[in-house]
């Protein structure tokens, strides 16, 4: 039995998967579904969990070189909100660019963790290194 580290056996799975330059998403509530992509979906109530709590515990286990966000993130959501995630990114590369094309690269990902969260465009798409 695990005792600490992910618990959730098909997140694991997920990011067992995942290799070198590989994609994976972690979406808020609102993002659609893909039906090509294994989507694990650990939504509960609103903003449980968040983007950045699931985030923080993919970080602790997993290599990132790149991040992908939507540009509207920064221009929809108050300052604290931007450098929390600022924070969370710390360290590797952030592309910001239009939602349609962060949606374009979601066809390539491994899979998708999508959250209970409703942070405007909290969207991000961890590229491994």
Do not use: C
Not at 2 to 18: A, D, F, H, T, Y
Not at 90 to 114: D, Q, T
Request: net charge negative; glycine share 6%; aromatic share 8%.
């Amino acid at each position: 039995m695990l005792k600490s580290g992910i618990l959730n056996p098909q997140v694991n799975s997920l990011l067992s998967r995942v290799r070198h330059t590989n994609l994976l998403v972690i979406a808020d509530r609102g993002f659609p579904f893909w039906p090509q992509i294994e989507t694990v979906d650990l939504s509960l109530v609103d903003d449980i969990p968040r983007v950045l709590d699931v985030l923080e515990a993919v970080r602790k286990n997993f290599s990132i070189g790149r991040f992908f966000m939507a540009e509207e993130f920064l221009r929809r959501n108050a300052e604290p909100v931007v450098e929390m995630f600022g924070v969370a990114m710390e360290g590797a590369e952030v592309v910001y660019e239009s939602h349609v094309e962060f949606k374009r690269r979601v066809p390539n990902a491994i899979g998708l963790i999508r959250t209970g969260d409703t942070t405007q465009y909290a969207n991000v798409i961890l590229e491994s290194a």
